[in-house]
């Protein structure tokens, strides 16, 4: 068996561009609230839904993302600072959510892991009809029901 991607090649993007991106305007609309120009200071209460919403977002969706290549050995899962191999017969469930546009392959194992008891990331090729294909290959390889 070769060692192929399973995770989106956009990742990093999803991980690291797009909140840092998100942050940089909840920054420069802080600035506009603390020194405001045409803001009043009643938008105060706007700003921190905005702001919650999406660091709740960063910090759920965005940030615990994984870089996930299926090889010989188990699935080799990055942070992009860490790499570990996780045995397939470690996995407990493999599931999928969809936000929208965004979907995201929830990967469930028996006992804890450097990243904790289960891994998120972007599948490649995010347009299916039905269940991605790559959950019933992981669910194969972990000798799960299909």
Known sequence: ???????????????????????????CIAIQLFFPSELERSDLGTFLVITSAILIFACFHAIPLKKVKITPDGLLVS???????????????????????????IVTFKNTTEFGSKIMFNP???????????????????????
């Not at 070769?2 to 940089?24: C, H, M, Q, R, Y």
């Not at 600072?81 to 929208?100: D, H, L, Q, R, Y």
């Not at 299916?128 to 029901?145: F, K, M, S, Y």
Request: positive net charge; without cysteine; proline residues 5%.
């Open 79 to 105: 942070n992009y600072f860490k790499i570990i191999t996780i045995p397939f017969s470690e996995i407990e469930s493999v599931k999928n959510i969809n936000f929208g546009l965004a979907l995201r392959i």
């Open 124 to 146: 490649r090729y995010w347009f299916t009809l039905g269940p991605h294909p790559v959950i019933d290959e992981l669910r194969t390889l972990a000798g799960l029901e299909v």
């Open 1 to 27: 068996m070769d060692i192929k991607t399973i995770s989106s090649t956009t990742t990093w993007v999803n991980k690291f561009v797009f909140p840092g991106i998100l942050i940089f305007g909840v920054i």
